[in-house]
Every structure is written in structure tokens, then in C-alpha cells.
């Protein structure tokens, strides 16, 4: 009785199921019991509701580490003995896989031709159910196994039997847990390979060949001065240059060494020529003794005895001796030709071949089968992108006979298993073999063969497949002229993908754009930009201001992908034309004159240096006062007079006139409309009435209130007040001003879980109106300090990122808000805007783009706000960091 063990060492850790096999070679079959640390499992007496026995394997379902770890042994017995197993011990411990050392892996050199081997010295994972790939030159560019290139699954060596040129680059161990769904990779591995020495251009062979033969032996050389070629037959001078033998005789026969030989060196080269008589003999290559044709085609029987010198060759149908005619030929090299063969060539046939040292013959019977016809071809079709097309196919054929459907694009052999996204074959028992193009794209089209074969003849059909679609991209745009609120543009016609370009639209992106996809149609001369143009004006755009450009071309079947951005330009500056809005202002019971303004946007400076100039004077006055203000975004200016003391008649007769321009180095922008302003003589009276706020988070809140009756009295503002009820002083408030015609604001800064009062009152000149009646309300909890846990998977798919995290624990009698769902954020690196995804999951596909570095950020969204964010890097070209 012989025992096979099972597999040292087991670790468990999130697993449901161990499975240890036992199998013991017996007769009679033995039964199985298991040890646990030497105490028996009692399976047999006392059913368990973790063990369980399978022919002789052990299954620990749902395994514990206090009750399952340990040291395993199998019993095999029979009534002629007992055997034991090896040891199996079942441990408990994480799961990982190591990172690969940070030192440079050193190149590896080796010359053209010959056999290579990379080391990928991976580290240490459990479980060690790892796979191995190997990345080329960049991620995520997996290296192709074939024939010649072999990556082995237990250590993770990359095996090239031959190096080729095209090898060279760099390398680097891909090694996957599939468990885990961790990778890491190795440092890249430079291979270089090297010319291989100076082979002959052109040398000689040990060669076998009839006697009575022609022979040329010839040897090449390269070489400066060019090498002298000279012979030596079995040890003495015999030729130079080339040798040539009309008819090979035994004498011919033995060792051969051509010398070439210049100022510089000599090298040698040896080979054998055997010089061989034999009597014709069909021992090593018989006629078939099963022949196939095909009606009305051509058949060839093959005759290919050995014999030296070359035999004569006669052919015969049973009895009957053939000669050439119009349909029948006896060929050079012995075979036997038959043209429009038909059912009556069928019989056996029988090639006799004969020399001066003797003759023999080899036989075989013809049978002649229906010819291969294809009976509905492939016909030429239009597709559009992204349709789904079948090239039909179909063929008669002899029901004797296995037919198989081969298809082509271009004279390229389609490779269905490595095209399986795109093609597939319909095979149906009738006959056909149609082709099926899925998800087409312009790069399928093309002339289309389908060859239909059997083992006797094939019969061949093609058919063009056309591919329309929206256009491509337009070429390179280049900036042919720049002016101050224009640009010319020059641009290459893209492919119109077989259908006539219509129209181009030409879209735009400024400095002050908020995000990178953030393109605009542009306005252009002429307006419409018909198919056949290649130059363009742009008008309408902001003076000193950096753009770029690009161009969607449109065809009847819409508009294709925009072309690669322009290089970034900037327009010439010039004069602003846009002026300060929302003038307003009022006078203070100390003589000040307060003028406020909502400012020009940055879009609108138009050139360097740009700021405001304030005018304004009593109304009846004739002179105006100009204060000059330099910085672009000043939304309020103060005026004091200290020789202007207001009187009580001041505030009910006093007004001013204002008015606000911009400027710029090149000149001034237009002045605002003409804003009076006066004294108020009386505080506001009234109060705001039914204050109500709300929450948003735990540090910011909605408030809002029923304005006040602005028939009765000036005022110009709102204040909002806000303080904890019971740990600030209401003194030390925050306040907060809104503009009249607004009756809400937000407030911010607030902290969490904490019990507010909020305040408003109407403002003006001579001071603030009677406070309302106070309003309530509690801020949320916070968010928690730490972003989700770290991420649990990250694994390469392809096209795709799969991401994972950990769920968001609540605790409910906690002093942390309620988790809502989690909004994920990708973004290229450096850019500070990405494309934003809200989930309620705790995982997401993202399509992962194939170049440049990007940032992968999640947090949880709570009743109080956003939680802190968990980030990781995705470096294209090296490796994903976790």
C-alpha cells in the first residue's frame, strides 16, 4: 500500500473552505481517518459541523484559528496494514503580497540569436497562488508569449530562446494575487542585445546528393580588403574562388575547407559532400495509397522514391501504360498530372521509377470527389461605425469531406481568438461559414476574402467592406494672425470617412476657463464654415487674453472628435469697454461718503495695469471729485471730509452723484450710468420678520427672512448676527451684511454640534433698525477625522480600474454625523478639477486611461459635510501606488 500526501502547509484567513487531499494506493481500497495534533478527528462517530470527509480529502468548512489551526496527518489502513501521511499544518495569518526591492535591476546583454533569460526574483505573498506577466518599455503594456518568448508560473522567469533586435528595451515582473486583486512589478530590467560575430555572408553544408548531379560550392566572405577565397580537399590545395561539378562522381566525395583569408586574418570553414548511388526504393516515401481530386480540377500524384542517379519514370492506370496527351502529364520530378479529372480517372495508379542500379514501383487508388463551389459569396457593403454587419458566405461541397471557412481582410488571415471583440465566425450545418463583425470600426475596412476548403480543392471570394462614420480629427491648427479681439486660423482637412465633410465648428477655451473640458463654440467670419475651407477668422473674443483653439469637423452622420488643441496664444490688448455695475452708496452721520460697486471680471481687463477711477459731487455742484483705485478687485471706497460737518438739513436735502469707469494702459472704458445717493436722515424702523435657519452641515446654514418695507424708509443693507447661545458673548458675534434687495445669505464658520442664535436687522447711513425676534437652531455633528480605510483592491483589468474600500461604520449614540454616500473624484495630476462620482457603494469601474499620471480621491459625504479625503496616485508608465 503506497500513500500520497497532501500539501505542507495550509494558511487561512478569510477563507471559507480548506480542502487536504488523501489518497492512498490500495488493494482493497483503504479507508481514511485524520489526526489533529495526534488526537483523532471523530468524523465517523460524532458528525461535525466544520469537518467533513470526502473519499479521503479532509474539508474544514468555515475554519477558526482557535479550534482548526495545527499539524494534520492522514490514516490510511487496509486489512494488510496501516500507513500515516506526510505532515499538513493549517495556520492563520494575513494576507499580502511584498513590494519588489527599490534597487536597480541590472542590464542584461546578450548577442543576437541566441537564448536569454530574465530573473524576476519575486517577493514573498501569500496565498502563493501568484500569476506573472511581464510589462514592456511602459505600464500597462503586457509583453505577448509566443513560441519563442515564455513566461514560466512557478518562478516568474521571462525565457527568450532566440534574441532578436526588435527585443531590445526594458522589462519589468508583473506578479498578480488574484485573491488579494493586489500587483506589484519589479524594476524595469534593460535588455540589450548584440550584434551577433562576423557569420559568413555565405558558407558551406555537409550535403548529401546524387551522383551524376550538378554541384556548386561557394564561400562569401566580408571583409576590408575583401577576403581571397581558396579550397582544400581532405588536407590539400584543390581551388580557388567557386567550385563547380558538371557531374558528381564517388571521387568527389570528402572533406571540403574553404579558406578566405585578407591582410587582416584568416577563417576557415568545413563541410562533407557525400557523393550516393542507390537503386529506386519507396520505403521512406510511398504513393498515398488513398488519393483525392476533385472534379474538373487538377490533380497531382506525387512519386518521390530515393535513387541515385535519377531514376526514369513511368506511370500506369491498373493495366494501362500512360503517356502525355492534352489532359495527362508525366512531370520532370516523376509526378503524375491530370487536368478536368472526372469519375472516370478514378482507379489505381501505379508509378514505376528505374535506374542503372535497379527499378520498384509504389501504388495508390484516385477517387474523385464533388468540387468545392462557393454558392453565395461575400458581397461588397457599407456599414456605419459602431453597426454590426454579417458577410455571408456559403459553399456546396462533397458530404464526404470536412469543409472549414477561412477569412481574410487585406490578404491578413483573421485570428478569431485574438479578435474575439470584433469578429466571429456563423458556422451552420448547411454549409456556410459567414463572418460577423461586431462594434465596427473605420480600421475594419477593407477587401474581405472567404475562402471555403476541404483536404482536395478550395474555392475563393471576396468582397469590399466600406466603413462610413462621423469624420476624424482635423490636422495640426496653426495661428496665422493674432489681433486684439480676432485670430486667423489655418488647419489640415481630416478623413471624411467616406462621407463628404459638411461643416466646421471652431470652439474655444480661455484662461479663465474652469475646467479643462470647458470649450466654447466661437463665433467666426464667415459664420458658417462650409466642408471645403481650411482657414478661418475667429472675431468676438476678449482682448489680452490667452486661448486655444480647436475644430469638430461634421459630416451627414455628425460630428467627429475634436482635433489636438493649438498651441496657446495671447490676443493684443486694448482699451476696457466694460464698466463697474451695481453703483451704489449712501453718507454716514460723520461725514463720510461710502460708494460701493460689484466688480469687472478678470475677462474684462483687457490689458495690463487695469483699476477704477470714482467720480462723484453733490448735485449741485459743478465740478466733479475722481479718486483713482489700482486694484481690480476693490468693491468699496470711503470718502472723508473732514472741513463736512452734516447738519439735520443735510440729511434731508443732501445728495451726491456717482459714477465709475475702468482703465487700463491703453486708455479708459466707458463710465458707469450716473447713481444718486443721499444722507439718510433715520435708522430703519422696522425689523425683519419671520427669521428662519437651516442646517447645511455642520459648520455652515441657511438663513432667511421676510424683507422690510423699503417704501417707508432708506436703508440700504441687512446685518446678520449670529453666536452660541450659551459660550460666546453676543458682543463678540459674527456679522455679516447682504445688500437690501436680498432677504437670505449663508453662514459660514460655525462649529459643530452647538446651539446658535442668529440676528437680523435693516442698516443704513444713520445707523442699524430694531433687532427681530432671535432664531434658534442647532449646527450638525462633524464628519470624522479619518477618511475611509485604506483601499482593499486595485487591480489592472485591462481597460478598467476596480476600486474597493471599507464601508463607513456608524455608531449611533456617537458624537459623528450620518454617513449619506461617498463621492469619488479622477483627475489628472496637477489639474485641480476631475470628473466627480456619486455612489452609495463601496466600490466603482473607472475607465482607466492608457498614458499620464492620475489621482484616484474618495470621501464620505455625512449630514454635517464632506469627511477628509483618501487619495492614491496612478502613475502611468511605472507602476499603480496604493
Not at 540569436?113 to 511602459?138: D, F, H, M, S
Not at 456546396?396 to 485574438?418: C, E, G, K, T
Not at 450659551?726 to 437670505?744: C, L, M, S, T
Not at 460655525?750 to 442664535?757: G, S, T
Request: hydrophobic share 35%; net charge negative; proline share 7%.
Amino acid at each position: 500500500m503506497k500513500h500520497h500526501g497532501g500539501r505542507p502547509v495550509w494558511r487561512a484567513q478569510n477563507l471559507w473552505r480548506i480542502s487536504m487531499n488523501c489518497r492512498a494506493r490500495a488493494n482493497p481500497p483503504a479507508t481514511y481517518r485524520w489526526r489533529r495534533d495526534s488526537w483523532e478527528i471523530k468524523l465517523m462517530e460524532q458528525p461535525d459541523e466544520h469537518y467533513s470527509l470526502v473519499g479521503g480529502n479532509l474539508v474544514i468548512n468555515n475554519p477558526r484559528q482557535k479550534k482548526h489551526a495545527g499539524t494534520y496527518i492522514c490514516v490510511a489502513r487496509n486489512i494488510y496494514g496501516t500507513v500515516i501521511s506526510k505532515e499538513a499544518r493549517v495556520k492563520f495569518g494575513c494576507e499580502y503580497v511584498n513590494e519588489f526591492p527599490q534597487e536597480e535591476r541590472d542590464p542584461v546583454y546578450v548577442k543576437e540569436g541566441q537564448g536569454a533569460v530574465l530573473l524576476c526574483a519575486p517577493p514573498k505573498a501569500w496565498p502563493q497562488e501568484v500569476t506573472y506577466r511581464w510589462i514592456y518599455n511602459e505600464f500597462p503594456v503586457f509583453l505577448y508569449t509566443d513560441r519563442r518568448r515564455f513566461v514560466s508560473q512557478k518562478t516568474g522567469n521571462l525565457y527568450i530562446s532566440k534574441v532578436e533586435a526588435q527585443d531590445a528595451g526594458n522589462y519589468s515582473c508583473f506578479v498578480s494575487s488574484p485573491i488579494i486583486g493586489k500587483s506589484v512589478f519589479s524594476k524595469f530590467i534593460p535588455l540589450i542585445p548584440l550584434p551577433p560575430d562576423e557569420e559568413w555572408a555565405e558558407t558551406i553544408n555537409n550535403t548529401q546528393i546524387d551522383i551524376g548531379s550538378e554541384h556548386t560550392m561557394r564561400c562569401v566572405a566580408s571583409g576590408k580588403p575583401f577576403p581571397f577565397i581558396r579550397w582544400y580537399k581532405d588536407g590539400y590545395m584543390y581551388g580557388k574562388g567557386e567550385l563547380k561539378f558538371s557531374s558528381l562522381t564517388f571521387d568527389d566525395s570528402g572533406m571540403y575547407q574553404c579558406i578566405a583569408e585578407n591582410y587582416w586574418g584568416i577563417k576557415y570553414a568545413n563541410a562533407e559532400l557525400r557523393v550516393i548511388a542507390c537503386a529506386p526504393t519507396f520505403e521512406f516515401n510511398p504513393v498515398r495509397k488513398q488519393l483525392l481530386g476533385a472534379k474538373d480540377g487538377r490533380v497531382m500524384i506525387e512519386c518521390k522514391p530515393r535513387a541515385a542517379p535519377r531514376p526514369r519514370f513511368t506511370w500506369t492506370k491498373g493495366k494501362e501504360l500512360l503517356f502525355n496527351n492534352s489532359r495527362i502529364s508525366i512531370l520532370f520530378d516523376g509526378s503524375l498530372e491530370i487536368l478536368n479529372a472526372t469519375t472516370n480517372d478514378e482507379g489505381v495508379y501505379t508509378c514505376f521509377a528505374e535506374n542503372d542500379r535497379g527499378k520498384a514501383n509504389s501504388s495508390g487508388y484516385l477517387t474523385i470527389t464533388e468540387a468545392t463551389t462557393l454558392t453565395e459569396p461575400p458581397e461588397d457593403t457599407e456599414v456605419m461605425v459602431g453597426d454590426e454587419v454579417v458577410l455571408r458566405c456559403a459553399a456546396s461541397y462533397d458530404p464526404m469531406l470536412d469543409i472549414a471557412f477561412i477569412w481574410a481582410i487585406d490578404f491578413r488571415v483573421i485570428d478569431f481568438d485574438a479578435e474575439w471583440q470584433h469578429y466571429e465566425r456563423v458556422l451552420s450545418d448547411d454549409g456556410s461559414g459567414d463572418l460577423r463583425i461586431m462594434n465596427v470600426q473605420i480600421w475594419h475596412e477593407g477587401r474581405y476574402t472567404c475562402t471555403a476548403q476541404t483536404v482536395v480543392d478550395s474555392d475563393t471570394a471576396y468582397a469590399d467592406l466600406k466603413v462610413v462614420g462621423v469624420p476624424g480629427p482635423p490636422g495640426v491648427i496653426r495661428v496665422d494672425e493674432i489681433g486684439d479681439t480676432w485670430v486667423k486660423l489655418l488647419w489640415s482637412k481630416p478623413a471624411d470617412h467616406n462621407s463628404p465633410i459638411l461643416s466646421y465648428t471652431i470652439q474655444t477655451r480661455h484662461f479663465w476657463a474652469l475646467n479643462e473640458d470647458d470649450w466654447r463654440d466661437a463665433s467666426t467670419s464667415p459664420a458658417f464654415l462650409d466642408g471645403s475651407l481650411e482657414k478661418a477668422e475667429v472675431t468676438d473674443l476678449y482682448p489680452w487674453m490667452e486661448y486655444q483653439f480647436r475644430i469638430i469637423a461634421t459630416n451627414e452622420h455628425g460630428s467627429g472628435e475634436a482635433s489636438i488643441p493649438s498651441l496657446k496664444i495671447k490676443t493684443w490688448d486694448a482699451a476696457p469697454v466694460v464698466s463697474p455695475t451695481d453703483v451704489a452708496g449712501y453718507g454716514g452721520r460723520n461725514g463720510e461718503i461710502v460708494i460701493s460697486w460689484t466688480p469687472v471680471q478678470p475677462w474684462f481687463f483687457s490689458g495690463k495695469k487695469f483699476g477704477y477711477i470714482v467720480a462723484f459731487k453733490p448735485h449741485d455742484a459743478y465740478d466733479w471729485w475722481y479718486e483713482t483705485i489700482s486694484d481690480p478687485e476693490t468693491r468699496r471706497y470711503v470718502h472723508r471730509d473732514t472741513y463736512f460737518v452734516p447738519t439735520d438739513e443735510d440729511f434731508q436735502v443732501r445728495e451726491f452723484q456717482v459714477k465709475i469707469k475702468s482703465f487700463n494702459v491703453k486708455g479708459d472704458g466707458p463710465y458707469s450710468l450716473t447713481k444718486v445717493i443721499y444722507y439718510p436722515r433715520d435708522v430703519p424702523t422696522e425689523s425683519p420678520t419671520d427669521v428662519y435657519a437651516r442646517p447645511v452641515s455642520s459648520h455652515e446654514a441657511l438663513v432667511w427672512w421676510l424683507p422690510v418695507n423699503i417704501s417707508k424708509i432708506i436703508f440700504l443693507a441687512y446685518q446678520v448676527k449670529y453666536w452660541r447661545k450659551y459660550d460666546d458673548p453676543e458682543p463678540g458675534a459674527n456679522r455679516i451684511f447682504v445688500g437690501a434687495n436680498v432677504n437670505q445669505t449663508r453662514l459660514e464658520n460655525m462649529l459643530p454640534d452647538a446651539h446658535y442664535l442668529i440676528e437680523v436687522r435693516a442698516f443704513n447711513g444713520a445707523g442699524l433698525g430694531p433687532p427681530g425676534e432671535h432664531c434658534e437652531m442647532f449646527t450638525k455633528r462633524p464628519p470624522p477625522p479619518d477618511p475611509p480605510r485604506m483601499w482593499r483592491y486595485v487591480s489592472w483589468t485591462g481597460q478598467w480600474l476596480y476600486v474597493w474600500w471599507d464601508h463607513i461604520q456608524y455608531d449611533w449614540f456617537g458624537n459623528i454625523s450620518f454617513p449619506l454616500y461617498y463621492k469619488v473624484m479622477f483627475r489628472k495630476t496637477g489639474y485641480i478639477y476631475g470628473k466627480v462620482y456619486i455612489t452609495g457603494w463601496h466600490f466603482m469601474d473607472f475607465p482607466m486611461p492608457q498614458f499620464g499620471d492620475y489621482e484616484l480621491m474618495v470621501r464620505g459625504r455625512y449630514e454635517g459635510g464632506d469627511g477628509p479625503i483618501r487619495k492614491i496616485s496612478i502613475k502611468g508608465k511605472t507602476e499603480i501606488l496604493q
